[in-house]
């Protein structure tokens, strides 16, 4: 059962333009929602987090939103750069079992 | 400060073979601990997880298995590797019951 759905699966953007991934879940009882970036070949890094008390948290072009009623939450890039890259893949968390979504492939073309 | 360190990084095993990859981390004590898979063009599926030593929760049936002898080392073994069990092996911690989730840099298994 998959705790966590992300879309889309890949995504081809301009430099300069916005990225947006989005992830939906169902159980309320999650509390911790981060977003990880995977380059090829590496393990995945936390890039930002955000708790269910707060509908956005900005940390330099990365930003994520949270929808708490909708049971959503997206990560958004401004300002997309090619160095940005990489495989993204959202997260939900009850404390001791972290779940992952399928991962966004994002293309940043020059 | 913590780090985590995962082997061997690449690893070629025939078909029936055994298999040990070996994950510990440093700088912390008590750390929960995981072992993930990650097939090639998808996602993490969660295989193990550790909050302590000798306690082990499976995440998925399969013919792996997890081990953690001590408070910071955590071992993924097969008995007979399967050409199903090809992919990227990735090792992390946590702070007990804490955030966030650390990740090794992860073994490249083949079975030919």
């Known amino acids: 059962q998959q705790q966590v759905k992300q879309s889309p699966q890949s995504l081809i953007v301009q430099k300069g333009g916005i990225s947006i991934i989005n992830c939906a879940y169902e159980n309320t009882a999650f509390d911790y929602f981060p977003w990880y970036q995977q380059f090829p070949g590496k393990g995945p890094a936390l890039l930002i987090a955000?708790?269910?008390?707060?509908s956005e948290k900005k940390e330099g072009r990365f930003t994520i939103s949270f929808n708490k009623s909708a049971k959503q939450f997206s990560l958004h890039i401004m300002d997309s750069q090619p160095g940005d890259s990489a495989t993204y893949f959202c997260?939900?968390?009850?404390?001791?079992?972290?779940?992952f979504g399928t991962g966004t492939s994002l293309t940043v073309i020059p | 400060s913590q780090t985590i360190h995962q082997w061997p990084a690449t690893l070629v095993q025939p078909v029936g073979s055994p298999l040990s990859l070996e994950c510990t981390v440093e700088g912390t004590s008590n750390p929960n601990l995981y072992w993930y898979r990650q097939a090639a063009g998808r996602g993490l599926q969660l295989l193990f997880y550790?909050?302590?030593?000798?306690?082990i929760s499976s995440e998925v049936p399969q013919n792996l298995s997890a081990s953690r002898p001590q408070d910071r080392q955590f071992i993924l073994s097969s008995k007979k590797l399967l050409l199903s069990d090809s992919g990227f092996y990735l090792c992390a911690w946590s702070l007990t019951g804490g955030v966030p989730l650390h990740f090794g840099n992860g073994t490249r298994l083949t079975v030919t």
């Open positions: 550790s909050v302590g030593i000798g306690q």
């Open positions: 955000i708790r269910p008390d707060v």
């Open positions: 997260a939900v968390d009850t404390g001791n079992q972290f779940y």
